[in-house]
């Protein structure tokens, strides 16, 4: 790393932000990039923290052999695990969990919107309509997780009080919550699907899993199923999710993700029955930059000591691998 390193920042950070990370390494040049400027930034960066949504030129970044660490304002690492960096030495870590609470909140609205019919309801309150009709229970129900990392095992735990039957499947089957019944690897998804009352998806997007719940997968679903996704939209086949609403093999799902964000204005999901869309706002709190800033300076330290980082991606596999005390 140069004398003075430079750190390069695209996440939309406030001034205190900047002093904060400043102080966690004071050598350090630390730049405001943000959306406009971080292509163009990105090359001279040391360090680099955020998550462009812009088109950013990686093959160039990896060829100025700068940068030597790569640290994902979001859990997702779409946006940066391109196979130029794949093959390079840059160092990736990801915030997985850092917006775990909200996620789980998030999860748990638009798992009960589905159970309890709120989006019906809102429509006959718009008609002046006062009817009951049914509405379904999660107190009790086989619940399927797919992705036990920090955002599923949190979901573990928001939805342990409700008694209900929690099965789960994760890259890493290691340190069963106790709440948790049965933990398996990826092969053992098509064994649960059948169960499941409630199939929710809290996995990383990578080659594994991109198009995992396809017609076959959602044709194993115990008819009448509900699909919460809070993870990636291309984990899902969008037309075979809207098939199954159409045809009733799902109950209802509600998803904060769509393969295209967002979806296109012919897309079946914007009148798909039965499904609540909500635009990507799982990961959203009041206090989210500072939680990131609170997590990055954390690994700053961490980096600059030459001590193991939170989060440290195997890039191979897109994730991170669990914490040692996960592992052990």
């Known amino acids: 790393m140069q004398d003075r390193p430079r750190i390069v920042l695209c996440y939309p950070v406030e001034p205190r932000h900047i002093a904060q990370i400043q102080r966690?390494?004071?050598?350090?040049?630390?730049v405001d990039a943000g959306q406009e400027r971080v292509a163009a930034e990105l090359p001279g960066a040391d360090i680099f923290c955020g998550h462009p949504k812009v088109p950013v030129p990686w093959a160039d970044v990896v060829a100025a052999g700068r940068l030597r660490w790569i640290q994902s304002s979001a859990a997702g690492l779409d946006h940066c695990l391109v196979p130029s960096v794949v093959e390079s030495p840059i160092v990736v870590t990801s915030a997985s969990g850092v917006l775990a609470d909200q996620?789980?909140?998030h999860t748990l609205a638009l798992l009960t919107a589905c159970t309890r019919r709120i989006p019906l309801f809102l429509a006959q309150q718009a008609r002046r309509e006062f009817v009951r009709r049914p509405t379904r229970d999660l107190t009790g129900a086989t619940v399927v997780?797919?992705?036990l990392g920090g955002n599923g095992r949190r979901l573990v735990e928001v939805l342990a009080p409700f008694r209900v039957r929690i099965l789960a499947t994760d890259w890493f089957p290691v340190r069963k919550p106790a709440a948790v019944e049965f933990l398996g690897g990826p092969d053992t998804l098509p064994d649960l699907l059948p169960q499941a009352d409630v199939l929710i998806l809290a996995a990383p997007l990578t080659d594994h899993t991109r198009d995992m719940i396809d017609a076959a997968a959602l044709a194993r679903l115990k008819p009448g199923a509900i699909l919460v996704n809070v993870a990636r939209g291309p984990l899902v086949v969008e037309d075979a999710l809207a098939d199954a609403l159409e045809s009733g093999q799902l109950d209802s799902?509600?998803?904060d993700v769509t393969p295209d964000e967002p979806p296109a204005a012919a897309s079946r999901l914007w009148t798909a029955p039965r499904l609540?869309?909500?635009p990507h706002v799982g990961g959203q709190a009041a206090d989210r930059i500072d939680a990131m800033t609170d997590f990055f300076c954390d690994n700053l330290r961490r980096y600059g000591e030459g001590r193991p980082l939170v989060n440290l991606v195997d890039k191979r596999l897109g994730f991170p691998e669990p914490p040692a005390d996960i592992l052990e």
């Not at 966690?24 to 630390?30: F, G, K």
Request: hydrophobic residues 60%; charged residues 5%.
């Open 253 to 255: 799902a509600g998803i």
């Open 145 to 147: 997780i797919v992705g």
């Open 24 to 30: 966690c390494l004071p050598s350090a040049t630390v």
């Open 276 to 278: 609540v869309i909500t």
């Open 103 to 105: 996620v789980a909140e």
